[in-house]
């Protein structure tokens, strides 16, 4: 866990980074992407935000055995080196992450 607190700088460069205010001051949005560098959602429509809410997408999965990384809708790498997609949802996914609607990826 601490390796992704350090690497996090590297994480946001692959996922899109932060917000800055007026005064080049780092907002709130920046401290919540260190903590999940896959959780830069801006550009989503708010429909796309209820769909991550409704299949109850977390960062983390609390399944063991089911993330992201080994479902079959993930798309790795499509939002930079440590963020992937998912053919379910808009905005990057975490490989670590779960949702709803996991489903094994095929072994063949």
């Keep these: ?20 205010g007026e005064s080049g001051q780092q907002t709130a949005s920046k401290t919540t992407e260190a903590a999940d560098p896959c959780t830069h959602t801006t550009g989503l429509t708010e ?7 409704s299949l109850k997408y977390v960062a ?7 993330n992201c990384a080994n479902c079959k809708f993930f798309q790795a790498d499509q939002f930079g080196e440590k963020c992937g ?3 379910l949802l808009k905005g ?9 609607s996991w489903f094994a990826m095929d072994k063949g």
């Excluded at 607190?5 to 899109?16: E, N, Q, T």
């Excluded at 983390?60 to 089911?66: H, I, P, W």
């Design 60 to 66: 983390a999965s609390t399944e063991e055995g089911k």
């Design 85 to 87: 997609g998912c053919q």
């Design 47 to 53: 429909a796309d935000l209820q769909m991550r809410k």
């Design 92 to 100: 990057p996914v975490h490989p670590e992450g779960n949702c709803t």
């Design 1 to 20: 866990m601490g390796a992704a607190v350090v690497a996090g700088g590297s994480f946001l460069a692959g996922c899109g980074g932060g917000d800055k």
